[in-house]
């Protein structure tokens, strides 16, 4: 059954469970939050989105009372009527848990991983509720099962390592409302989780929610989310909040630059459309500039914005937005514009050639004292092909296989069987053991910029050593060519000397970018490359690599490995969908998206959540129960059927065909495709 989330306005006579009044908060000089004022009524959902450093989580741990290093310099914050930062710390232990709860980013880092998670939950309700064991143990089967995980008797006993992301941040839950609190904070629940396990745990979040009158404060970059989660929305930009309404109407008719910024960098799962990244980034907080906190970056920005205090004007009912101009966001910022279809790729020679792909690793063994390990069967027959000049993206749940593809075509790993052709040349060997120009050829950009780059190099030695190394190039002539990739990639020469630490998540990516392309290769590994970024920085370094690709003298391919449909939609040209190892279904990218056939490529895309696609979002028919089967012992046939919500029964236990839908368009499936159409239909 689906849950209506009902936008519920506070009412004068409803005293709010949270108000946050004019909140100042510094770090040293740095003015982290600067007279923030909010309100969150009963049982009412407030989305607070922003950029990385807009001080999202400063006003979370504020409303907690976690301000070890942070000094209040103005105004208070009202919790259940009474005020936070006068309570003491004997009182702040009172009211955490029994009227305030916070659910954190990374489920692991909020639990001790030598404990038990039933007896942690246990001994917080113990300490804090006075129960003794036998009723506190009551209490947390109870917990267990409000959360929807099974057999909550044999989940208390399990470690936190022993359980999957989804489960963990489940048990944050349990913990969280063991003490049924009045204001819930999530800070980004989902962040990190596949979409799929996204969607399961915002759907029990709103049935708490329904069922308890719990009033919810939600930080996310998350826009999707925010629109499907949430009644009112702030948006808070270096500090600032700088528009404030409801839900629909913030994110369909939004008023501040800013906003409309945010909404526009939003990859979308419905059409493919030019994303734009917001210009420059958030100004230094130990010098704040006079006038509006964003005129650096504002293409509306005229004198008037850059002096004075910008107030806080009202639109409409409850939306009111912080900029002088917010009559002409409507008029002169249109929303992004479609993207410009792409010439199509079917008549180009193949680049890379994957034929029967496997790869099998050894598991742990079952006890310390076995010998025998079970085989983990990473990938088990892969076959796809990359064009010229062509982006083809690999999606799929985490432990699907996606990276272990990736990771043996950039030569890092060797297969089990199989064959990958490259420029019709076999290139299964590990990249040590290839020649110099598949070397070149092939090359890898991480997902994690931070780690990919050498921490004791300067970006000039870090962008250079692949000149060096393929291309000979030494003094003069290796630094114009560095300068000249540098530039490509919107960076400059003041950057030549600056060591990692100094540059921002965004820049270091654009390095690692920059690297990658350095010696002019024919294939780019993309694993994950924006999913440690902000949607406006993951915009850009989108759009970035698009007209690399454009521009490249090579046709570079790339071959894209995410998790992220919203992306995909994008930039590739085509997609394989990836489930244990196999490749399910595979197609190009709007045929996949506008009519995917596969029901593990269908229950992908409606878990996606999206503004103004919350129907979609909330088809609960469609979810995904439970974690990927054990690659050490996958289910026998289909191996989508322990999972699959269209299951037909034991035939599904048998190896599926290979269907064709169009040319170049098949997937493996017992259901016929005119029967999978009737049902995606009737659902």
């Given at each position: 059954m689906t849950i209506a989330m009902i936008p519920m306005p506070i009412a004068a006579r409803v005293a709010p469970t949270l108000a946050v009044e004019g909140l100042s908060i510094d770090y040293g000089p740095v003015q982290a939050v600067r007279n923030v004022s909010l309100?969150?009524?009963?049982?009412?959902?407030?989305?607070?989105?922003?950029?990385?450093?807009?001080?999202?989580?400063?006003?979370?741990?504020a409303v907690m009372g976690y301000l070890n290093s942070g000094r209040v310099s103005g105004g208070r914050v009202v919790l259940n009527g009474a005020d936070v930062f006068a309570m003491g710390e004997r009182g702040l232990e009172a009211v955490r848990g029994s009227v305030v709860s916070m659910v954190f980013q990374d489920p692991m880092n909020a639990l001790n991983p030598s404990i038990r998670v039933g007896e942690?939950?246990?001994?917080?309700?113990?300490?804090?509720?006075?129960?003794?064991?036998?009723?506190?143990?009551?209490?947390?089967?109870?917990?267990?099962?409000?959360?929807?995980?099974?057999?909550?008797?044999?989940?208390?006993?399990?470690y936190p390592h022993q359980l999957s992301g989804g489960q963990l941040q489940r048990i944050v839950i349990a913990m969280a409302l063991a003490l049924e609190p009045k204001l819930l904070v999530l800070d980004e629940p989902t962040t990190g989780l596949d979409v799929t396990t996204e969607a399961v745990i915002l759907d029990l979040i709103a049935d708490i929610k329904a069922r308890s009158n719990v009033a919810l404060l939600f930080i996310s970059h998350n826009l999707g989310v925010v629109a499907r989660m949430c009644d009112r929305v702030g948006v808070l930009y270096a500090g600032t909040l700088v528009e404030e309404g409801r839900t629909d109407d913030l994110l369909q008719r939004p008023h501040h630059p800013y906003t409309r910024g945010l909404i526009d960098a939003m990859p979308s799962v419905t059409a493919a459309r030019e994303m734009v990244g917001?210009?420059?980034?958030l100004p230094d907080l130990a010098q704040v500039p006079d006038g509006c906190i964003f005129q650096d970056r504002c293409v509306l920005a005229t004198a008037d914005c850059r002096h004075g205090v910008i107030p806080m004007e009202t639109i409409g009912p409850g939306h009111s937005s912080r900029c002088l101009r917010w009559r002409s966001c409507a008029t002169e910022l249109a929303p992004a514009r479609p993207a410009v279809p792409r010439a199509s790729l079917a008549g180009m020679a193949p680049r890379l050639e994957v034929a029967d792909l496997t790869r099998d690793f050894p598991g742990a063994p079952l006890f310390p004292f076995f010998r025998s390990r079970p085989v983990v069967q990473a990938l088990r027959g892969v076959s796809l092909d990359v064009r010229e000049g062509e982006t083809v993206a690999i999606v799929g749940e985490s432990g699907s296989g996606k990276s272990t593809f990736g990771r043996l075509v950039a030569g890092l790993d060797r297969p089990g069987g199989g064959r990958i052709l490259f420029d019709g040349r076999d290139i299964s060997a590990l990249a040590r053991a290839r020649g110099r120009d598949d070397q070149r050829d092939v090359q890898f950009v991480f997902q994690n910029p931070h780690s990919a780059l050498n921490p004791h190099h300067s970006v000039e030695a870090i962008i250079g050593r692949p000149l060096r190394l393929y291309l000979g190039l030494r003094g003069r002539a290796l630094r114009e060519r560095v300068l000249e990739i540098l530039t490509a990639v919107r960076l400059g020469e003041r950057y030549l000397t600056r060591a990692p630490r100094e540059l921002s998540g965004g820049e270091k990516q654009r390095v690692c970018i920059?690297?990658?392309?350095?010696?002019?290769?024919?294939?780019?590994?993309?694993?994950?490359?924006?999913?440690?970024?902000?949607?406006?920085?993951?915009?850009?370094?989108?759009?970035?690599?698009?007209?690399?690709?454009?521009?490249?003298?090579n046709q570079t391919s790339y071959l894209f490995i995410t998790h992220d449909l919203g992306v995909v939609r994008q930039i590739a040209d085509r997609v394989a969908v990836m489930y244990l190892g196999e490749i399910v279904e595979f197609g190009e990218t709007a045929d996949i998206f506008t009519a995917p056939q596969h029901p593990y490529t269908e229950a992908l895309l409606a878990a996606v959540p999206e503004i103004g696609r919350a129907e979609q979002a909330n088809r609960r028919d469609m979810r995904l129960e439970g974690p990927l089967p054990k690659p050490t012992n996958p289910p026998t046939g289909?191996?989508?059927?322990?999972?699959?919500?269209?299951?037909?029964?034991?035939?599904?236990?048998?190896?599926?065909?290979?269907?064709?839908?169009?040319?170049?368009?098949?997937l493996k499936c017992h259901i016929p495709i005119a029967q999978?159409?009737?049902?995606?239909?009737?659902?």
């Amino acid at each position: 059954m689906t849950i209506a989330m009902i936008p519920m306005p506070i009412a004068a006579r409803v005293a709010p469970t949270l108000a946050v009044e004019g909140l100042s908060i510094d770090y040293g000089p740095v003015q982290a939050v600067r007279n923030v004022s909010l309100a969150i009524a009963p049982g009412e959902a407030y989305g607070l989105i922003g950029e990385s450093g807009s001080g999202k989580s400063t006003v979370a741990y504020a409303v907690m009372g976690y301000l070890n290093s942070g000094r209040v310099s103005g105004g208070r914050v009202v919790l259940n009527g009474a005020d936070v930062f006068a309570m003491g710390e004997r009182g702040l232990e009172a009211v955490r848990g029994s009227v305030v709860s916070m659910v954190f980013q990374d489920p692991m880092n909020a639990l001790n991983p030598s404990i038990r998670v039933g007896e942690q939950i246990a001994e917080g309700i113990r300490r804090h509720a006075g129960l003794d064991r036998r009723a506190a143990r009551k209490r947390t089967l109870e917990l267990i099962g409000l959360v929807n995980l099974p057999d909550p008797e044999a989940i208390t006993l399990r470690y936190p390592h022993q359980l999957s992301g989804g489960q963990l941040q489940r048990i944050v839950i349990a913990m969280a409302l063991a003490l049924e609190p009045k204001l819930l904070v999530l800070d980004e629940p989902t962040t990190g989780l596949d979409v799929t396990t996204e969607a399961v745990i915002l759907d029990l979040i709103a049935d708490i929610k329904a069922r308890s009158n719990v009033a919810l404060l939600f930080i996310s970059h998350n826009l999707g989310v925010v629109a499907r989660m949430c009644d009112r929305v702030g948006v808070l930009y270096a500090g600032t909040l700088v528009e404030e309404g409801r839900t629909d109407d913030l994110l369909q008719r939004p008023h501040h630059p800013y906003t409309r910024g945010l909404i526009d960098a939003m990859p979308s799962v419905t059409a493919a459309r030019e994303m734009v990244g917001i210009p420059g980034r958030l100004p230094d907080l130990a010098q704040v500039p006079d006038g509006c906190i964003f005129q650096d970056r504002c293409v509306l920005a005229t004198a008037d914005c850059r002096h004075g205090v910008i107030p806080m004007e009202t639109i409409g009912p409850g939306h009111s937005s912080r900029c002088l101009r917010w009559r002409s966001c409507a008029t002169e910022l249109a929303p992004a514009r479609p993207a410009v279809p792409r010439a199509s790729l079917a008549g180009m020679a193949p680049r890379l050639e994957v034929a029967d792909l496997t790869r099998d690793f050894p598991g742990a063994p079952l006890f310390p004292f076995f010998r025998s390990r079970p085989v983990v069967q990473a990938l088990r027959g892969v076959s796809l092909d990359v064009r010229e000049g062509e982006t083809v993206a690999i999606v799929g749940e985490s432990g699907s296989g996606k990276s272990t593809f990736g990771r043996l075509v950039a030569g890092l790993d060797r297969p089990g069987g199989g064959r990958i052709l490259f420029d019709g040349r076999d290139i299964s060997a590990l990249a040590r053991a290839r020649g110099r120009d598949d070397q070149r050829d092939v090359q890898f950009v991480f997902q994690n910029p931070h780690s990919a780059l050498n921490p004791h190099h300067s970006v000039e030695a870090i962008i250079g050593r692949p000149l060096r190394l393929y291309l000979g190039l030494r003094g003069r002539a290796l630094r114009e060519r560095v300068l000249e990739i540098l530039t490509a990639v919107r960076l400059g020469e003041r950057y030549l000397t600056r060591a990692p630490r100094e540059l921002s998540g965004g820049e270091k990516q654009r390095v690692c970018i920059a690297r990658a392309f350095a010696a002019n290769p024919k294939l780019v590994i993309c694993d994950e490359p924006t999913s440690a970024l902000d949607i406006s920085v993951q915009a850009a370094i989108l759009q970035e690599l698009r007209r690399l690709q454009r521009e490249s003298e090579n046709q570079t391919s790339y071959l894209f490995i995410t998790h992220d449909l919203g992306v995909v939609r994008q930039i590739a040209d085509r997609v394989a969908v990836m489930y244990l190892g196999e490749i399910v279904e595979f197609g190009e990218t709007a045929d996949i998206f506008t009519a995917p056939q596969h029901p593990y490529t269908e229950a992908l895309l409606a878990a996606v959540p999206e503004i103004g696609r919350a129907e979609q979002a909330n088809r609960r028919d469609m979810r995904l129960e439970g974690p990927l089967p054990k690659p050490t012992n996958p289910p026998t046939g289909c191996g989508f059927h322990t999972r699959c919500p269209r299951v037909l029964g034991p035939l599904c236990e048998t190896m599926p065909p290979k269907q064709s839908k169009a040319e170049g368009h098949w997937l493996k499936c017992h259901i016929p495709i005119a029967q999978l159409r009737r049902l995606q239909e009737s659902g």
